[in-house]
């Protein structure tokens, strides 16, 4: 089966187009072509992702990215392609029809299976550019379409990162063993979520207040360092690291809930409290920023790690999978590791590379393929963008 994947929930808009087949331990999937630009740069000025920008931002890309992908993958032929319906389904979209139309003329309908889009969580006007543009390719090309929960898709990525048959990194191909444990971390989510079988979840725990991956972007503002503050914080916690020995020590962060009788997280309290500590040393020193970044780290990785540890013993769980964009923090992903090795249960760990953890689409087509496998299609007209849309709701 060929999908075509589309995401723009929030500030990267991608496209990937993968040729998949098989299940469970027979799954294999190839990528066919690839494609993604990343907002960050016009977004750092705000210090946050501008919704009415990325909407705008997401229309003028999404159609050289098709060409980019289409080509990659060799699918691209020229023809003609007419559609009556664009007008409607574009109606909101101008810039991006103004492009789609003359794409469409000059090339034909690509040899593609199924048409995959996310449909929530994330920002609403950013995902109904995604979700229209789905739609008008579909009309055009008379595709069915899946609607894609963007956390499933983070999921699904760092279950199968090592299953892609022309992926050279030393990887096994690995078995996902059940209970599997989902610790999904982001700019916008800190869950753990249980999935007993296949594509069916159970959220156990979540945050009570900030996202892990805001944290480190509110912590990385109030420290002076650009938007988005994760990598930023990675960066100067590992110089930190390196430094260790001449480094002195001086403050120390809460680790909220870490004894709390549940899997629920809470860090609005460290960032309270590095907001503190900036306060009573402004202007930080470099030395001061280094300390501040490794500790709140530390904390980061101390909770998330200790509440994980604790629902693999619980649950008796086989497998777990890091997603999300914070899962490509080295440290984040090193003490998950170490835990687990410490741990001795054996419980297998499945991280994407660094570049996967962070939003594409390879992992939205991937999400798509094991939907459109079971024939999850959904009319055009029910699709809607969703901003709170649960795993929990996802239908089984
Ligand atoms: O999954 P993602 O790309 O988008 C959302 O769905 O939110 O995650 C973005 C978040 C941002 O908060 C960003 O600061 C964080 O992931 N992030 C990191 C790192 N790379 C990205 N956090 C810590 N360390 C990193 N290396
Ligand atoms: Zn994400």
Same mark, same amino acid.
């Given at each position: 089966?060929?999908?075509?994947?589309?995401?723009?929930?929030?500030?990267?808009?991608?496209?990937? @187009?993968?040729?998949?087949?098989?299940?469970?331990?027979?799954?294999?999937?190839?990528?066919?072509?690839?494609?993604?630009?990343?907002?960050?740069?016009?977004?750092?000025?705000?210090?946050?992702?501008?919704?009415?920008?990325?909407?705008?931002?997401?229309?003028?890309? #999404?159609?050289?990215?098709?060409?980019?992908?289409?080509?990659?993958?060799?699918?691209? &032929?020229?023809?003609?392609?007419?559609?009556?319906?664009?007008?409607?389904?574009?109606? =909101?979209?101008?810039?991006?029809?103004?492009?789609?139309?003359?794409?469409?003329?000059?090339?034909?309908?690509?040899?593609?299976?199924?048409?995959?889009?996310?449909?929530?969580?994330?920002?609403?006007?950013? #995902? *109904?550019?995604?979700?229209?543009?789905?739609?008008?390719?579909?009309?055009? *090309? !008379? @595709?069915?379409?899946?609607?894609?929960?963007?956390?499933?898709?983070?999921?699904?990525?760092?279950?199968?990162?090592?299953?892609?048959?022309?992926?050279? %990194?030393?990887?096994?191909?690995?078995?996902?063993?059940?209970?599997?444990?989902?610790?999904?971390?982001?700019?916008?989510?800190?869950?753990?979520?249980?999935?007993?079988? *296949?594509?069916?979840?159970? @959220?156990?725990?979540?945050? =009570?207040?900030?996202?892990?991956?805001?944290?480190?972007?509110?912590?990385?503002?109030?420290?002076?360092?650009?938007?988005?503050?994760?990598?930023?914080?990675? %960066?100067?916690?590992?110089?930190?690291?390196?430094?260790?020995?001449?480094?002195?020590?001086?403050?120390?962060?809460?680790?909220?809930?870490?004894?709390?009788?549940?899997?629920?997280?809470?860090?609005?309290?460290?960032?309270?409290?590095? %907001?503190?500590?900036?306060?009573?040393?402004?202007?930080?020193?470099?030395?001061?920023?280094?300390?501040?970044?490794?500790?709140?780290? !530390?904390?980061?990785?101390?909770?998330?790690?200790?509440?994980?540890?604790?629902?693999?013993?619980?649950?008796?769980?086989?497998?777990?999978?890091?997603?999300?964009?914070?899962?490509? /923090?080295?440290?984040? %992903? &090193?003490?998950?590791?170490?835990? @687990?090795?410490?741990?001795?249960?054996?419980?297998?760990?499945?991280?994407?590379?660094?570049?996967?953890?962070?939003? /594409?689409? #390879?992992?939205?087509?991937?999400?798509?393929?094991? =939907?459109?496998?079971?024939?999850?299609?959904?009319?055009?007209?029910?699709? =809607?963008?969703?901003?709170?849309?649960?795993?929990?709701?996802?239908?089984?």
């Amino acid at each position: 089966m060929i999908i075509l994947g589309i995401e723009t929930s929030c500030d990267e808009t991608a496209v990937c @187009l993968i040729e998949a087949k098989g299940e469970g331990a027979d799954f294999t999937y190839t990528v066919l072509g690839n494609a993604l630009i990343s907002q960050i740069d016009i977004h750092a000025p705000y210090g946050g992702v501008f919704p009415a920008l990325a909407k705008r931002e997401h229309e003028k890309n #999404l159609v050289p990215l098709l060409e980019m992908a289409l080509a990659k993958a060799g699918l691209s &032929e020229s023809g003609d392609t007419s559609c009556e319906k664009l007008e409607t389904i574009l109606a =909101r979209e101008t810039e991006l029809r103004a492009q789609l139309i003359p794409f469409l003329q000059t090339h034909t309908k690509p040899h593609i299976d199924a048409i995959a889009v996310t449909n929530g969580p994330g920002l609403e006007p950013a #995902l *109904w550019v995604g979700i229209n543009f789905a739609k008008a390719l579909a009309a055009a *090309w !008379n @595709l069915p379409l899946v609607p894609v929960n963007h956390m499933e898709g983070h999921i699904v990525m760092s279950a199968f990162s090592n299953r892609e048959k022309s992926m050279t %990194r030393d990887v096994h191909i690995n078995e996902v063993h059940f209970p599997m444990l989902s610790l999904l971390i982001s700019g916008g989510h800190t869950e753990l979520v249980l999935s007993k079988e *296949w594509m069916h979840y159970e @959220l156990i725990g979540q945050t =009570r207040d900030d996202a892990v991956g805001e944290a480190f972007d509110k912590v990385a503002r109030l420290m002076g360092l650009p938007y988005p503050g994760g990598p930023e914080i990675d %960066r100067l916690a590992r110089t930190a690291r390196d430094l260790q020995e001449s480094l002195q020590k001086t403050i120390t962060l809460p680790r909220p809930m870490i004894d709390s009788d549940n899997y629920d997280f809470s860090f609005s309290g460290i960032k309270t409290a590095v %907001r503190k500590i900036v306060d009573a040393h402004s202007p930080l020193t470099e030395e001061m920023k280094m300390q501040i970044a490794l500790e709140f780290e !530390n904390s980061c990785a101390e909770v998330l790690t200790s509440k994980t540890i604790r629902a693999i013993e619980e649950y008796n769980v086989k497998t777990i999978v890091v997603g999300g964009g914070v899962s490509a /923090n080295v440290f984040i %992903r &090193e003490s998950l590791a170490r835990a @687990l090795s410490e741990n001795g249960y054996g419980t297998q760990l499945l991280i994407p590379p660094r570049e996967f953890a962070t939003d /594409n689409a #390879l992992m939205i087509a991937l999400s798509g393929y094991f =939907r459109a496998s079971r024939g999850e299609y959904a009319d055009a007209d029910s699709i =809607r963008a969703q901003g709170n849309l649960k795993l929990a709701e996802v239908k089984k």
